[in-house]
């Protein structure tokens, strides 16, 4: 069972910079991988990147690809998602969430929320032009 808290979220200016935090709670974390997903207003919930369980590997959306970085610390409970020169189109809510599963045979299944069993409960990001 993994509970999953995030926080870091608020209002900016477009190319401002922002880093959301997410905690979670379990003795077991770095056996899970973590994802961050986000959802805009009227929009499905979509994926912005992964991070492995030990996080050597990372994994993101094109949309985000050189912008956005997500880090953590094992000791720590913790999972990042750094969010440098933000758009107003990157406004949305952003969820953490957790998967127990390391390798899927497609790797595009890292994507889809099915994937992940434990989600929080969001943080409110917006960008302002």
């Known amino acids: 069972q993994v509970q999953l808290v995030e926080s870091g979220g608020g209002l900016v200016q477009a190319g401002a910079t922002l880093r959301l935090s997410c905690a979670a709670s379990?003795?077991?974390?770095?056996?899970?991988?973590m994802g961050w997903f986000r959802q805009a207003p009227g929009k499905e919930r979509e994926f912005v990147g992964r991070i492995s369980g030990s996080g050597g590997a990372t994994y993101y959306a094109d949309s985000v690809k050189g912008r956005f970085t997500i880090s953590r610390d094992n000791a720590k409970n913790a999972v990042y998602l750094q969010m440098n020169r933000l758009k107003p189109e990157d406004t949305a809510v952003y969820y953490c969430a957790a998967d127990g599963r390391s390798y899927y045979s497609n790797p595009n299944d890292v994507r889809k929320r099915e994937s992940y069993g434990y989600w929080g409960q969001g943080t409110q990001v917006t960008v302002s032009s």
């Open positions: 379990g003795r077991t974390f770095s056996s899970y991988a």
